[in-house]
């Protein structure tokens, strides 16, 4: 299984080391996990892991540790991120495949931090009552990005959390090759093996390449969130 040194956001076409983002580290000691609990008995440090996992672990759904953070407003469809040494999955990596908002928050919220009309509620940090605020100066309060504020967009109906944030492992590397001194994993029925990320910085070598996705879920530029919005009012997304 993978085991990768950091957590970071990478796109699918190359990015420079300053675009990428580090997950995972802000949410420790502040909020618990909802899936997975660290545990101290007799000396021992134990993992348990949420209930239902299948033996790889493939498939299994996962919450981005980016999601903790209040200021985090959500993901980029144009992008693939690769949240290494998770501790929701049992691959130790969750994957975000090409996907759009927030996956705590499937109908998103308006600049002002309101839900949509027929939501149950606002975005909320997983787990808490936390509003997702936006980045704030935090000298004067006001937003970093005055165009966006508080803003979370919907989800794709065609790139719903289910299809495109789950843990995966890396099953090649960027050549689409196996090499014997690397980690490598076998993609599971339901499954294939696709190139998903191509460039992560220098020294991080290990997180690029092919990675386990579902079937019919690839990535395509022309047709991805072209069949609307996630809507509270149609229940599309619940």
Request: hydrophobic residues 25%.
């Given at each position: 299984?993978?085991?990768?040194?950091?957590?970071?956001?990478?796109?699918?076409?190359?990015?420079?080391s300053?675009?990428l983002?580090?997950?995972?580290?802000?949410?420790?000691?502040?909020?618990?996990r909802?899936?997975?609990?660290m545990?101290?008995?007799?000396?021992t440090?134990?993992?348990?892991?949420?209930?239902?996992?299948?033996?790889?672990?493939?498939?299994?759904?996962?919450?981005?540790?980016?999601?903790?953070?209040?200021?985090?407003?959500?993901?980029?469809?144009?992008?693939?991120n690769?949240?290494?040494?998770?501790?929701?999955?049992r691959?130790?990596?969750?994957l975000?495949?090409?996907?759009?908002?927030r996956?705590?928050?499937?109908?998103?919220?308006?600049?002002?931090?309101?839900?949509?009309?027929?939501?149950?509620?606002?975005?909320?940090?997983?787990?808490?009552?936390?509003?997702?605020?936006g980045?704030?100066?935090?000298?004067?309060?006001d937003?970093?990005?005055?165009?966006?504020?508080?803003?979370?967009?919907?989800?794709?109906?065609?790139?719903?959390?289910?299809?495109?944030?789950?843990?995966?492992?890396?099953?090649?590397?960027?050549?689409?090759?196996?090499?014997?001194?690397?980690?490598?994993?076998?993609?599971p029925?339901?499954?294939?093996?696709?190139?998903?990320?191509?460039?992560?910085?220098?020294?991080?070598?290990?997180?690029?390449?092919?990675?386990?996705?579902?079937?019919n879920?690839?990535?395509?530029?022309?047709?991805?969130?072209?069949?609307?919005?996630c809507?509270?009012?149609?229940?599309?997304?619940?």
């Amino acid at each position: 299984m993978l085991d990768a040194l950091a957590a970071k956001p990478v796109p699918s076409r190359p990015m420079t080391s300053d675009a990428l983002v580090k997950s995972g580290t802000w949410q420790f000691g502040r909020f618990l996990r909802p899936l997975a609990t660290m545990v101290v008995m007799g000396g021992t440090l134990l993992f348990v892991a949420g209930p239902g996992c299948a033996d790889e672990g493939i498939g299994d759904p996962c919450t981005p540790e980016q999601e903790y953070n209040p200021e985090f407003l959500g993901f980029d469809e144009k992008e693939v991120n690769t949240e290494s040494r998770s501790f929701q999955c049992r691959t130790r990596l969750c994957l975000v495949n090409h996907f759009r908002g927030r996956v705590s928050c499937p109908y998103g919220q308006g600049p002002g931090g309101e839900a949509p009309a027929g939501a149950k509620g606002a975005c909320t940090v997983p787990g808490s009552e936390t509003p997702i605020e936006g980045a704030k100066d935090p000298a004067t309060n006001d937003f970093v990005d005055t165009r966006k504020k508080s803003s979370v967009p919907a989800q794709c109906v065609d790139r719903k959390a289910d299809s495109a944030v789950y843990c995966s492992c890396r099953c090649a590397d960027i050549n689409g090759q196996r090499p014997s001194d690397q980690t490598f994993c076998d993609c599971p029925e339901g499954f294939s093996c696709e190139r998903l990320v191509t460039s992560v910085g220098q020294g991080d070598e290990g997180l690029t390449g092919s990675y386990c996705i579902k079937k019919n879920t690839k990535y395509d530029p022309a047709t991805a969130c072209s069949q609307g919005d996630c809507d509270p009012t149609r229940g599309n997304c619940n």
